[in-house]
Nanobody, 121 residues
Framework: VQLQASGGGLVQAGGYLRLSCAVS????????VGWFRQAPGKERELVAV????SGPYYPDSVKGRFTISRDYRLYLQMNNLKPEDTAVYYC???????????????????WGKGTLVTVSS
């Protein structure tokens, strides 16, 4: 399974970006998928996930601003961006059908190379 995220860049606070992730090597729509981020000096954070058993999950830090979706690619629409959203963003997928809380704590099986998002104040 291979994933490749794209769409990062520099944006001013209050702006928006749409990240995209290409997935190959599996039937993409059948498995959990998610977006994570890691800022310098901070732990990895789950920002959006679609599991097989429920609708999308978002932590409070991005709820109402970020939207995850997929067709033949995985997307993350990020609106009203804040400087604290600055991080490297990764798309990921998993072979198991586990909960959002599990993925938030342990991550997923397969990861793509990240794309950098920088939000200026």
């Amino acid at each position: 399974v291979q994933l490749q995220a794209s769409g990062g860049g520099l944006v001013q606070a209050g702006g928006y970006l749409r990240l995209s992730c290409a997935v190959s090597g599996r039937t993409f729509s059948n498995y959990p998928v998610g977006w994570f981020r890691q800022a310098p000096g901070k732990e990895r954070e789950l920002v959006a996930v679609i599991t097989s058993s429920s609708g999308p999950y978002y932590p409070d830090s991005v709820k109402g601003r970020f939207t995850i979706s997929r067709d033949y690619r995985l997307y993350l629409q990020m609106n009203n961006l804040k400087p604290e959203d600055t991080a490297v963003y990764y798309c990921a997928t998993d072979s198991r059908y586990l909960s959002a809380s599990y993925y938030a704590k342990y991550g997923m099986d397969y990861w793509g190379k990240g794309t950098l998002v920088t939000v200026s104040s």
